[in-house]
């Protein structure tokens, strides 16, 4: 008879091996999955872990892994502050959205213009707009008690719709011959984000991910706010006696992960993909979530988390074109990981035990 | 623009056919809710009923078996969400979003090679002399049969837990599972069922929007209304009869927009398509005034021996 033990404190070798024991348990599932979509499950998982960083044309895909991996890394050190809390932001892809538009609008007011100003005003304009976002749900449940869990999601779906609106409207390029997408911001030199080095994939937002993690870094473990983030998540009541406001504490978190994911979509939107179409967001916003819970809600944690995650999305577009393994399967990969990382998080504060245990 | 054209008869029809789906997966989550556990996998639940139920339809020609399996379907997911929450101890709001996560992806690749196709008809109620009666005839006896068991689902949640012995103990359960696991009751082994019955609603309200409401299979085709779902237990303070005006009112909005398109009014069709995300967050704001309502161990861990 399998049983748990609480242990007294929390096991750190164990936190630090569950990530890894869940990445090598995902493999060894989605192999048998890819295995039952009739693939070679060793050559799939080779495609998807070794090909792009080791690989024939891994010249091509490694800035690649910075181009995806920037993105995710921001909108997840963002989550990860309110997840430490227990403020459940998982609208992010809806700020995400906000904030390509917030920054491409920037932009596309001042065009044709030219000048240094407005990129770092495209900036302030793609972290206003998402910020502007995850308020909504935030306010309300300061003011209002609301879950913001659901007022967040449900924003995604407004924002999808927006952005909808806006490229077949409002923003829609005049000169585009009535197909739907704004004018292209890569040929807009003063709004183009463009590679700081050619060709390495290190981008404004790259450095902004990078940036993001260093600051989360020294708050969580050197500042006051930090601390009481901690506090909240850990012991609620506590933080309460220790006069720690939930209500700014809530603004806080939301604010803050609004305006890194509003920027991660603003970067996005002037870099990679270009313009602002239908379905320029690719659910880095839902994917970060799981990116966030992989590096176990640490900003180093999720520097990794980040990588790793991106690494599966170049490789499993190698996979679909090489090897025809669906899209949904490395979806279903992805979505695997996040289970397996909480099936064995368990072991961190609790033992396992055989035999059966006396009387409670 | 004419909105003459909206037959407030066919509007109402068709108002219980845009509710159904939401209303028997929110039924599901109330009582998942009310033994205690937050399960936001709804949505995950539903895309895979629809996806299981679609596929069994059109292999087998027969919806009723396809409703069956979307039934299972949902189940079996809801038993990965049970597995992580009531045995590794998980946290339930990280675990319902993996299950979200995973049954969007595990959908759409279950549904390769299955888009664009018909599903077969399901047919629909017919009384002779009833369904010919002005008005209410088409209202009340027109629908094929899920509505009736949407409607079904509802009075017997509601006499589950408001008369019987089982339903009390499910509710002591979600209310304090310190005191219910003191009594002897079996708190992981209740909650397991509710999870299960709360996955198999989602499962066959997916599978009414991919085989009746729809009808056909597209990617992420549910588009919220698991959220929504969710959105309306809360709306409905955890209160059967409550899931069910809340569905209509949430049916009569999506209902009411489709009809303002077509009629051609000046509104964009993106705002029109925002308006029942949009009515839903209106609708928690005005509800969440009322807290009490809430099962007290709600997303609440449960170990015994700690």
């Known amino acids: 008879m399998l049983r748990l033990e609480k242990r007294r404190q929390p096991s ?19 192999g048998l999955m890819f295995a039952a979509l009739g693939k070679d499950p060793v050559a799939a998982i080779r495609t998807i872990f070794w090909d792009p960083l080791f690989g024939q044309h891994a010249f091509y895909y490694r800035p690649q892994l910075l181009v995806k991996g920037g993105p995710l890394i921001l909108i997840a050190i963002g989550l990860s502050l309110g997840f430490r809390a227990g403020i459940w932001n998982i609208g992010a892809e809806g700020q ?4 390509a538009l917030g920054g491409a609008g920037v932009a596309l007011a001042f065009y044709p213009m030219e000048g240094w100003f407005i990129f770092p005003l495209m900036i302030l304009g793609g972290a206003i707009a998402g910020c502007a976002w995850a308020m909504i749900p935030g306010l309300l449940k300061v003011r209002f008690g609301t879950n ?14 927006l952005l909808a609106s806006m490229s077949l409207g409002l923003m829609k390029n005049p000169q585009g011959f009535g197909f739907p997408g704004s004018r292209n911001l890569q040929q807009y030199p003063s709004a183009h984000n463009a590679d700081l080095i050619a060709n390495t994939g290190m981008h404004w937002g790259v450095a902004a991910a990078f940036i993001a993690v260093i600051f989360a870094y020294i708050l969580l473990t050197r500042h006051q706010l930090g601390y009481h983030i901690r506090l909240t998540g850990e012991a609620p009541r506590a933080a309460k006696f220790a006069g720690v406001s939930p209500a700014r504490l809530i603004l806080f978190c939301l604010g803050i992960s609004g305006a890194l994911a509003g920027l991660a979509g603003m970067f996005e939107v002037s870099g990679p993909a270009g313009q602002v179409s239908i379905d320029f967001n690719t659910g880095y916003g839902f994917t970060a979530i799981i990116v966030a819970f992989l590096g176990r809600l640490h900003p180093v944690g999720i520097l990794l988390a980040g990588m790793l995650m991106a690494l599966t999305y170049i490789g499993g577009e190698i996979a679909q074109s090489s090897m025809g393994l669906p899209a949904a399967a490395i979806q279903m990969f992805q979505g695997m990981l996040l289970f397996f990382l909480l099936a064995v998080d368990v072991l961190t504060s609790y033992r396992l035990r055989f035999g059966k245990g006396e009387v409670a | ?13 068709s108002l219980m056919v845009a509710a159904t789906a939401v209303m028997i997966a929110a039924i599901g989550e109330l009582i998942v809710e009310r033994a205690g556990v ?47 929450t009531q045995f590794a101890l998980a946290n339930q709001v990280a675990s319902g979003l993996a299950l979200t996560l995973f049954g969007l992806g595990l959908s759409s690749l279950l549904g390769q090679g299955y888009q664009g196709i018909k599903p077969p008809a399901t047919p629909r109620l017919d009384i002779p002399v009833l369904t010919d009666l002005p008005v209410v005839g088409r209202i009340l006896f027109g629908h094929d049969l899920m509505v009736y068991v949407g409607l ?35 708190v992981v082994r209740i909650r397991i069922m509710a999870i299960a019955f709360g996955g198999a609603c989602a499962g066959l309200g997916g599978a009414y929007i991919s085989l009746i409401r729809v009808p056909q299979w597209t990617e992420g085709m549910t588009a919220g209304i698991g959220w929504i779902a969710l959105a309306l237990v809360v709306f409905a303070s955890w209160k059967p009869w409550r899931v069910l005006l809340g569905a209509y009112l949430f049916g009569g909005v999506t209902v009411l927009q489709l009809n303002l398109q077509a009629a051609g009014i000046a509104i964009p069709v993106e705002y029109l398509s925002m308006s029942p995300y949009i009515i839903t967050i209106v609708v928690l704001v005005i509800m969440s005034a009322d807290k009490s309502r809430a099962p007290a161990s709600l997303g609440r861990i449960f170990h015994a021996t700690s």
């Not at chain 2, 949505?43 to 299972?72: D, L, R, Y």
């Not at chain 2, 509802?154 to 304090?176: C, D, H, M, T």
């Open chain 1, 12 to 30: 750190q070798a164990f936190a630090y091996a569950t990530p890894v024991m869940a990445v090598i348990a995902t493999m060894i599932f989605g």
């Open chain 1, 96 to 99: 995400y959205i906000l904030g």
């Open chain 1, 148 to 161: 913001e869990i659901l007022v967040s999601l449900m924003l995604v779906y407004v924002a999808e719709q």
């Open chain 2, 1 to 13: 623009m004419d909105l003459s054209a909206i037959n407030p008869v066919l509007l109402i029809a």
């Open chain 2, 38 to 84: 937050l399960n936001l996998g709804v949505e995950g639940m539903m895309i895979t009923g629809a996806i299981c139920g679609f596929a069994v339809a059109v292999q087998t020609g027969s919806p009723t078996a396809g409703f069956v399996a979307a039934t299972i379907g949902g189940a079996a997911l809801s038993l990965l969400f049970a597995f992580l």
């Open chain 2, 152 to 186: 079904a689902l509802v009075a017997a949640v509601w006499a589950f837990l408001k008369y019987s012995r089982a339903g009390l103990i499910l509710r002591a359960v979600g209310e304090n599972h310190d005191a219910a696991h003191a009594l002897g009751y079996k």
